[in-house]
């Protein structure tokens, strides 16, 4: 079975230009959520959608941070226009949510590294 | 809220020696707890959770963790440490009912040594 994928794995762009992140979560997953990493930090999440449905993005800049899930299937996170302090990894996550008493185990893609110079 | 606080950024054991990676959470609510492993450049894998069936829980790769109550904390422990073990490791917790949202300790680098 094929994981989460993320594409690109690396970016490097100068800042004030735009980027995009792509994901594809594991076929099925209703949630999916993109977390952002800084260098020798935690994860910390954007946003969460369940299905097509944006349900916590209240840490999501949306100055310049926008996200989508076009039909509940793959996500797009991008970033307009970027600032060298977006430079760190963003990853990409997604679970099957069936509404038990216990949250799913959330599986992570290998991440886009964004370097803004 | 809840919030996890990972006591040690870096943690070096020698091939061979017991594995101690401590964990202390707060939350209003009971928690769901999770340790994850990331090696370098890979996403994170999970080794194991805490979600209220066993206090003791045991994960992948010979790690295990014990919820305290008490001590509000959730360390992770292996026995015998090997060279593979070398990674980044993050304990998350989660609030029991309806926010799925992790949230994460900044992360304890293990270094085994040979």
């Known amino acids: 079975e094929a994981g989460v994928v993320q594409s690109p794995r690396y970016k490097i762009i100068e800042k004030k230009q735009p980027v995009a992140f792509w994901c594809n979560p594991i076929?099925?997953?209703?949630?999916l959520y993109w977390y952002l990493q800084n260098l020798g930090q935690g994860p910390e999440l954007l946003i969460r959608y369940e299905n097509e449905e944006a349900v916590d993005d209240s840490q999501l800049p949306k100055d310049r941070f926008s996200a989508e899930r076009l039909k509940g299937v793959d996500s797009t996170l991008k970033i307009q226009p970027a600032e060298l302090g977006d430079s760190a990894v963003y990853l990409c996550a997604s679970s099957l949510e069936t509404g038990g008493d216990a949250p799913a185990e959330a599986f992570f893609g290998q991440g886009t590294r964004l370097t803004v110079v | 809220a809840q919030s996890v606080t990972q006591l040690g950024s870096h943690v070096s054991v020698s091939e061979g020696a017991l594995v101690l990676l401590r964990c202390n959470y707060s939350s209003s609510v009971p928690p769901y707890l999770f340790w994850y492993v990331q090696y370098p450049n890979q996403g994170l894998q999970l080794l194991l959770k805490?979600?209220?069936?066993?206090?003791l829980v045991k994960g992948i790769n010979g790690f295990e963790a014990e919820f305290k109550k008490s001590e509000t904390s959730f360390h992770l422990t292996k026995p015998s440490a090997h060279m593979s073990d070398a990674a980044e490791y993050f304990c998350?917790?989660?609030?029991?009912?309806?926010?799925?949202?992790?949230?994460f300790g900044t992360g304890t680098r293990l270094t085994i040594i040979p």
């Open positions: 998350a917790v989660s609030a029991y009912f309806g926010n799925e949202k992790l949230t």
């Open positions: 805490y979600t209220s069936a066993a206090t």
């Open positions: 076929s099925g997953h209703n949630t």
